[in-house]
């Protein structure tokens, strides 16, 4: 006599709870890949002759250290793991070939964060450090360019003081001459924050 549907099916959920219960489902094991060395920060990249020219991420500076293209200079106390690999994190490197670097810095693009690195995160006015902005000194609709001899950081309020005059108008001079900046402003300005163990590779304004 053939049993009941509602019988058959509970009988199936009293067998199947019975084999869970006795035998616990086996995940498969996972893939062992070998991953990239991965690693937040900067790194500071020196030429052969220990000249700063450059900042990069701690992963390519790890390629430049594997594929021997560099040298370690300065470390830190942690370490980068992959499946087989252990390296120290760098902190500074140096290129083992010397490397052309273009010298003319006047080229470089003129962004905010660089003008405000050149002129020490100050405003060249009054030398507030906050609410900054940049500035013509010679300003534009009197025949000014936008280049770094004529653009300075400036504070929102000074920037709205001078308008549009010149500063022998408004008797309003930069602290300091604008300038082409060197290139260890591009550098702090990749870094954002510079380490303690960078500081003996650049000049002392970098700091």
């Not at 005059?165 to 550098?187: C, S, Y």
């Amino acid at each position: 006599m053939r049993q009941p549907q509602a019988t058959r099916l509970d009988s199936r959920a009293s067998e199947m709870k019975t084999l869970t219960a006795s035998a616990p489902l086996e995940l498969a094991p996972p893939i062992a890949r070998d991953r990239p060395l991965r690693d937040v920060g900067r790194v500071l990249v020196l030429n052969a002759t220990y000249e700063p020219i450059n900042v990069c991420t701690v992963r390519r500076a790890a390629v430049l250290l594997l594929k021997e293209k560099a040298d370690m200079v300065e470390r830190s106390d942690g370490e980068l793991r992959s499946e087989h690999r252990v390296l120290q994190r760098p902190v500074v490197i140096k290129l083992r070939l010397y490397a052309k670097v273009p010298r003319d810095s006047s080229k470089r693009k003129i962004t905010r964060r660089a003008v405000f690195a050149r002129d020490g995160w100050a405003c060249q006015y009054c030398g507030t450090r906050s609410n900054l902005t940049v500035d013509h000194v010679i300003p534009r609709s009197k025949g000014g360019l936008s280049t770094w001899e004529n653009i300075v950081s400036s504070c929102a309020p000074c920037n709205r003081r001078k308008a549009d005059r010149l500063p022998t108008q408004i008797n309003m001079h930069p602290r300091k001459p604008p300038r082409v900046p060197g290139a260890h402003v591009f550098i702090t300005v990749a870094a954002q924050r510079i380490p303690a163990a960078w500081l003996q590779w650049l000049p002392a304004e970098a700091a």
